[in-house]
């Protein structure tokens, strides 16, 4: 292992992972990620791995957009298999309050794009 670099990431989860594609991107070549295992195999391996897009303002809503934009290029960018499918979702109201919240949600995504 090398002793210097430019950035150390520590941890081979989705936020170490992520911290590194992002420097690479920005063309960062001389930084270094540390595992103590392997890559993901800690709390993002049991994670359910779900990546719902709409959330509670259109900021948040388009970075959410952007994430899921980012996943369905990445295998063809790295040459790697993910195992991105894209699947959808089901919700359902069991009273009049969830009912309303629900259209009220399905508005927004309407406004959202």
């Known amino acids: 292992m090398r ?3 430019r950035a150390v990431v520590i941890g081979g989860g989705v936020g170490g992972c992520a911290v590194l594609y992002w ?3 920005l063309g960062w ?3 270094v990620l540390v595992e103590r295992a392997e890559l993901t195999s800690g709390s993002t391996f ?3 791995g779900l990546v719902g897009q709409l959330r509670s303002s259109l900021s948040l809503t388009r970075m959410m957009m952007s994430s899921v934009d980012l996943y369905r290029s990445l295998e063809s ?3 790697l298999a993910t195992g991105w499918r894209e699947v959808g979702s089901l919700r359902l109201a069991s009273s009049e309050e969830r009912v309303e919240e629900i ?5 927004w995504a309407k406004t959202f794009g």
């Open 3 to 5: 002793d210097r670099a």
């Open 23 to 25: 420097l690479a991107r």
């Open 29 to 31: 070549d001389d930084v």
């Open 46 to 48: 049991h994670s359910a």
């Open 77 to 79: 960018e790295v040459g």
């Open 103 to 107: 259209a009220r949600q399905a508005g």
